[in-house]
């Protein structure tokens, strides 16, 4: 870690020359490799000498998913194959998945960028880690084990699900860190409470990583309350080998994208036209210290800006916003934009609401329409007819005021939706039916 321990703190010219000597060996490897890379370069007559500075990476075209999904699975491979010593693949949920390799100097580097970033929130040795993120394909859980093993953290690699055995775990071993999807930490609340534990006094819990999902600040804020821990926003994508892209720090105002690892831009999701920092696009990201297949210019379809001030703690890796969902993940109703996590937003902020809810997309003589379906908590599910009828029209308020949609609302009871230990389905499309 030595070499790494100030890595952190250097000056932003040591990063920015850092990165262009990484991206430049990363695309002489992908030209000499990768026949996706070989052929796109060829195509533009581009080599990779042309690129002689940070500022012409834009020289290169964007890749994008569906590039990946043509070339699976070995077209940007850039390593033989013989090297590679692990696959993971993506949570498609169409198509074929997005095949991603490693090498082992990439096991190396991700698990590297996860101790880093657990250290930075204050993780160490002596912490029980429950890793609660899903083992196999799914990057989450594998490479934040090797992460937290290499911080020396006390792992306990119970994987997402079997929600009982978790709280057994829990409490039998004191687990300290959690890392979770957002909506499984919801579920576990409750059945914890179900089984008569008080999540804030039972546990030893003080460390919880959230991400793999778009979820609100008041969501945050709400997990924080139930179980009086400290809780980080952790983001990552399989195609840049997993979590451990970008994290919060202490003072949880944005998240430390390793520079270090990756070159960000942000673009105009509809032109692909660079925007400044402040500005909120879909984040491109290349991958400046991968081996086995490094990804030049990928559009990863998550919205979110740079922050441009420096943060409290001085680190060096800019800031990006907390994810606002992916650029397809919005909603036309009517003629207006709509983002679930604006929706969640607005019902978390509800003393009323629950823990979970469903969006319901409908069309009806042409016309698209949107049903909010909402757990509302177990007091106010349980007053008069009258009351809940009022609590529906406050939250029909609410989301007309700041959407300018007016959805229908279903109260429901506390626990009544489908629940999952990974990533929530939201949203049910039943439009093209
Ligand atoms: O979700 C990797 C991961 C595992 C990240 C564990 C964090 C923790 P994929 O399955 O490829 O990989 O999904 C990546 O999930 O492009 C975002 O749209 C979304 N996502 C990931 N983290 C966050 C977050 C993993 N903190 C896709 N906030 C990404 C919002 C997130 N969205």
Redesign the pocket.
């Known amino acids: 870690m030595n070499q790494n321990s100030n890595i952190e703190f250097i000056s932003r010219e040591s990063l920015e020359k850092l990165q262009l000597s990484r991206l430049k060996e990363t695309l002489r490897r992908v030209y000499s490799f990768s026949p996706f890379y070989k052929n796109l370069f060829k195509k533009e007559g581009l080599t990779p000498s042309k690129i002689k500075s940070l500022k012409d990476l834009p020289l290169i075209p964007f890749t994008t998913r569906k590039d990946l999904r043509e070339n699976f699975p070995y077209g940007l491979l850039s390593i033989p194959l013989n090297d590679v010593v692990r696959l993971h693949t ?2 498609g949920t169409t198509g074929k998945p ?1 095949a991603v390799f490693f090498s082992r100097n990439d096991i190396n580097s991700s698990a590297e960028l996860i101790a880093r970033s657990m250290k930075m929130t204050g993780a160490e040795k002596g912490d029980v880690f429950q890793n609660m ?1 899903g083992y196999g394909l ?3 859980g594998l ?2 084990h090797y992460g937290a093993e290499r911080l020396g953290l006390l792992v306990i690699p119970a994987g997402a699900g079997n929600t009982e055995r978790q709280i057994e775990l829990m409490f039998d071993f004191k687990t300290t860190v959690v ?1 979770i ?1 957002p909506s499984y930490a919801l579920y576990l609340a409750d059945v914890m409470e179900e089984k008569g534990f008080n999540p804030k006094k039972d546990f030893n819990l003080r460390i919880l ?7 609100s600040e008041k969501t945050r804020e709400k997990i924080e309350r139930i179980f009086t821990v400290d809780a980080y ?7 840049m080998n ?2 451990g ?1 970008a994290f919060e720090c202490k003072y949880k105002e944005g ?1 430390h994208l390793w520079e270090d690892n990756f070159i960000m831009e942000i673009v105009d999701p509809s032109t692909g036209e660079p925007l400044k920092e402040g500005e909120e696009g879909e984040l491109v990201l290349t991958s400046i210290n991968k081996e086995a297949m490094p990804i030049i210019r990928y559009r ?3 919205l979110t800006y740079i922050y441009p001030e420096k943060c409290n703690c001085s680190r060096v890796h800019r800031r990006i916003s ?2 606002k ?2 650029a397809d993940d919005m909603l036309i109703i009517r003629g207006v934009n709509v983002f679930p996590s604006e929706v969640e937003r607005i019902l978390m902020d509800l003393p009323e609401v629950g823990r979970n809810y469903q969006i319901v997309l409908d069309r009806k003589k042409d016309l698209d329409k949107m049903k909010v379906r909402v757990e509302i908590k177990r007091d106010f599910f349980d007053g008069s007819l009258d009351h809940l009828k009022k609590v529906e029209i406050k939250i029909k308020a609410k989301l007309k005021d700041e959407l300018m949609v007016t959805p229908e609302i279903e109260l429901l009871e506390p626990s009544s939706l489908p629940r999952t230990t990974g ?1 929530a389905k939201r949203i049910i499309d039943k439009r093209e039916i």
Do not use: Q
């Open positions: 993506s949570t997005k993120m799914f990057t989450g490479i934040s890392h999807t990583y959230l991400g793999a999902e778009p979820y926003n952790s983001y990552g994508l399989s195609e997993g979590p892209v998240m990863t379809g998550d907390r994810i969902g992916r990533k």
